[in-house]
C-alpha cells in the first residue's frame, strides 16, 4: 500500500530537548516536503527536499533542520524545541516529473512543546 | 503573490443534499494545479479531487465535482449526496508547475453534514 509513515503522532516534550520527527514513504518519490498546522495559519511549509542530499528552506525554516540521506526517509529535526513550535506537523511526498500529481501526507505529529 | 481565499469558515447540510465550498485563488501563472484536500477528524490529509488550469473539461470524482473558473479565478467544491462521512475540514490548495511544489493553502471550510 502506497503511504507516507510518520512517527510518533503524538509528542509531548520539554523546551530545549532535541527531538525527531521521522517519516518515510515507499511510493520512490523524489519529493518530499514537511508543513505544520496552526489554527488560523493553515499549512505552512518548513523545508522540501528535491531529491537525496537536496534540501532547502520553506516559508518558516526557523528552529527546524531536515536531512535526506536516503531516498524514503526525510526526518525533521527540532535542536531545541520551543513553545511556539506546538503545532501539528504533516510530512508529505510526490512525484518529481513533468505531470504533476497530487501530495501524498502522512498521518500527521501533534507536538506539543512546554 | 500567490493566495488561496476559502470564504467560508463553517458550514452545514442535511444528510442526502447537496452543498457547495467556494475557494478563490491568485496566481501570475499560467501552468498550474488546483485541489480540494479533506481532512476529516483522524487528522488524514486526503486528496479528494484535482483539476489541471489547462483543462476546460471540470473535474469529477464520483459524488465530488468542481466548477472551475479560470478567467474569474474560482474553484468551488460540490458535494452531491452529502453523507456524514463527509463531515471533515475541506481545503483548497493551489500549485504553480515548476514551483518548489510547495501547496499554497486556503485556511479551510469546516463542513458538518447533520443526520
Known amino acids: 500500500e502506497a503511504q507516507v509513515t510518520q512517527n510518533p503522532r503524538y509528542l509531548i516534550t520539554v523546551t530545549g530537548k532535541k527531538l525527531t520527527v521521522t517519516c518515510s514513504q515507499n511510493?520512490?518519490?523524489?519529493?518530499m516536503s514537511w508543513y505544520r498546522q496552526d489554527p488560523g495559519l493553515g499549512l505552512r511549509q518548513i523545508y522540501y527536499s528535491m531529491n537525496v542530499e537536496v534540501t532547502d528552506k520553506g516559508d518558516v525554516p526557523e528552529g527546524y533542520k531536515v536531512s535526506r540521506k536516503e531516498k524514503r526517509n526525510f526526518p525533521l529535526i527540532l535542536e531545541s524545541p520551543s513553545p511556539n513550535q506546538t503545532s501539528l506537523y504533516f510530512c508529505?511526498?510526490?512525484?518529481?516529473?513533468?505531470?504533476?500529481?497530487?501530495?501524498?501526507f502522512g498521518q500527521g505529529t501533534r507536538l506539543t512543546v512546554v | 503573490a500567490q493566495t488561496v481565499t476559502q470564504s467560508q469558515p463553517e458550514m452545514s447540510v442535511q444528510e442526502a443534499e447537496t452543498v457547495t465550498l467556494s475557494c478563490t485563488y491568485d496566481t501570475s501563472e499560467s501552468n498550474y494545479y488546483l485541489f480540494w484536500y479533506k481532512q476529516p477528524p483522524s487528522r488524514q490529509m486526503i486528496l479528494v479531487i484535482r483539476q489541471e488550469a489547462y483543462k476546460q473539461q471540470n473535474a469529477t470524482e464520483n459524488r465530488f465535482s468542481v466548477n472551475f473558473q479560470k478567467a474569474a479565478k474560482s474553484f468551488s467544491l460540490k458535494i452531491s449526496d452529502s453523507q456524514l462521512g463527509d463531515t471533515a475540514m475541506y481545503f483548497c490548495?493551489?500549485?504553480?508547475?515548476?514551483?518548489?511544489?510547495?501547496?499554497?493553502w486556503g485556511l479551510g471550510t469546516s463542513l458538518a453534514v447533520n443526520p
Open positions: 511510493m520512490n518519490h523524489e519529493y
Open positions: 508529505a511526498s510526490s512525484e518529481q516529473g513533468a505531470r504533476y500529481t497530487e501530495a501524498f
Open positions: 490548495a493551489l500549485h504553480n508547475a515548476g514551483n518548489n511544489r510547495k501547496l499554497i
